[in-house]
């Protein structure tokens, strides 16, 4: 449990530093003097280097492990949050949300690999949702802290809380979380298994002949229970980058490489605009909260932001434990296991998506009640947290054995969709509607979403087969 907590903490602090400041856009554009839609743009710019981030540290931490990559990151990401809190112009601040970014990026991609690499696959929804849910209320709770800071305090002193929480991080990465790569002993003139999350699996290809990993995925058993009958092996180091450049270059770009796989990258981009759709919501609402007729206090505004983070914990149940629960019913009806499956805990929660969002809209149009708002965006966040669990989880089980590859490409459609939307979503609703806007963002959400997850039950097996994917007999 300490393993879990410390990587759903890690998935929640990068999070939560990209929206450190999300009550004070007044003071800190004075601070800038820049105009105050500017300084949303900088959460843009922290998720951009959450985008690209990955590239770095996946290969790290599938060569010199795991542990050893989330020591060095959280290393790293303490100076970057001083940078910001001592940022002297804007410019400088937008550089440092950048490196921010980069430095924290590990905690979006290694951790699940780590969940895969400890968790049979009967729990291991569940498992994800937990840390899916982490991510996701980590932008509501920022918002909170931060209005009862700026109430009183300067802005910097938002990312002196940062730096606290990053050195707990540190802490319990060293005291808590032990290494989980598993390495099999094996010849030193071969180099053949090293690289296994670098090689498809064909469709038709045995299960006895599979790599460890894919077997331990497979059978659902953590990987000392399989010790019996096969190579022997240690979890550690694979081998250092410098010792074998080359090697280290394909798995660089490996997470590249994943990106045409249609049943990786589709859900993924489908994934990062409806996680955008949230960024835009708690990008307007400090914007118009602050304005006549609600002229809502920090504190109050901070605290409105609570509605979404409860909608986003009450979403695990439907995003785990149900994805859980309605694959592993289809198993036993069906006699076999699918990823696509999970897919099917996703369709009672599409219509929500569409009320949640015109509620939003509604509300700032049409000047409504600001519980209208707060309950719409609640909602959303719930099916938000919902699609989460199962995506993540279905990309993630879609080709297990390079499970960080995927995560990779899953978070770059969520970072870079969350990096383009805080330079246009304010500016849409003023230019049009917000009404509209979120009409359509809702539309979008709903329609697309039902139509993917279709798609993918009916075809979802057969592309994987297609494309070379491992596919479990």
Request: glycine fraction near 10%.
């Amino acid at each position: 449990m300490g393993i879990l907590i410390t990587l759903s903490f890690s998935g929640f602090l990068a999070n939560y530093s990209a929206a450190a400041f999300q009550v004070a856009f007044v003071p800190m554009a004075k601070y800038f003097g820049v105009p105050v839609p500017k300084i949303p743009q900088t959460i843009g710019y922290n998720l951009l280097g959450l985008a690209v981030g990955p590239l770095f540290w996946n290969p790290l931490s599938k060569t010199i492990g795991r542990r050893p990559t989330y020591l060095l990151g959280s290393i790293l990401f303490i100076p970057c949050v001083i940078w910001m809190a001592l940022s002297k112009t804007y410019i400088s601040f937008c550089l440092a949300r950048v490196f921010a970014g980069l430095t924290s990026s590990f905690s979006q991609t290694v951790p699940p690999s780590t969940i895969a690499d400890i968790f049979v696959k009967n729990i291991r929804g569940h498992k994800m949702s937990m840390f899916g849910v982490a991510v996701i209320i980590a932008p509501v709770v920022a918002p909170f802290i931060c209005g009862l800071v700026i109430n009183s305090r300067p802005w910097q002193d938002l990312f002196w809380i940062v730096l606290g929480l990053a050195g707990l991080q540190l802490a319990m990465f060293f005291l808590l979380v032990p290494e989980t790569l598993w390495i099999e002993d094996i010849a030193p003139a071969s180099h053949e298994h090293a690289a296994t999350e670098m090689q498809p699996v064909p469709a038709d290809h045995d299960v006895k002949s599979k790599s460890f990993e894919d077997r331990h995925i497979e059978e659902g058993t953590s990987v000392p229970a399989l010790h019996a009958g096969l190579p022997t092996g240690h979890c550690g180091p694979a081998w250092m980058p410098w010792q074998r450049p080359g090697e280290y270059f394909r798995i660089f770009m490996s997470p590249i490489l994943m990106l045409h796989y249609f049943t990786i990258s589709i859900p993924s981009i489908y994934y990062g605009s409806i996680f955008a759709w949230s960024v835009g919501i708690t990008i307007v609402l400090p914007q118009k909260f602050e304005e006549p007729p609600y002229s809502f206090s920090s504190i109050a505004l901070g605290s409105s932001f609570l509605a979404f983070g409860l909608g986003g914990i009450l979403g695990k149940w439907s995003g785990g434990i149900v994805g859980d629960k309605v694959v592993s019913y289809l198993e036993r009806r069906r006699g076999h296991r699918q990823p696509e499956y999970r897919l099917y805990a996703l369709f009672p929660i599409f219509p929500f998506m569409f009320v949640g969002l015109l509620m939003v809209g509604l509300t700032v149009d049409k000047q409504l009640h600001w519980m209208v708002l707060l309950v719409g965006g609640g909602l959303y966040f719930y099916c938000l947290s919902a699609a989460t669990g199962v995506l993540q989880t279905y990309v993630l089980e879609g080709f297990i054995s390079r499970s960080m590859d995927t995560q990779a490409v899953f978070v770059f459609w969520k970072a870079i969709w969350g990096f383009a939307i805080a330079f246009f979503v304010y500016e849409w609703g003023m230019e049009s509607s917000f009404l509209t806007e979120y009409a359509i963002q809702g539309a979008l959400a709903a329609g697309v979403g039902g139509l993917l997850c279709a798609l993918l039950i009916w075809k979802g097996h057969e592309i994987r087969r297609w494309q070379g994917m491992p596919i479990a007999k």
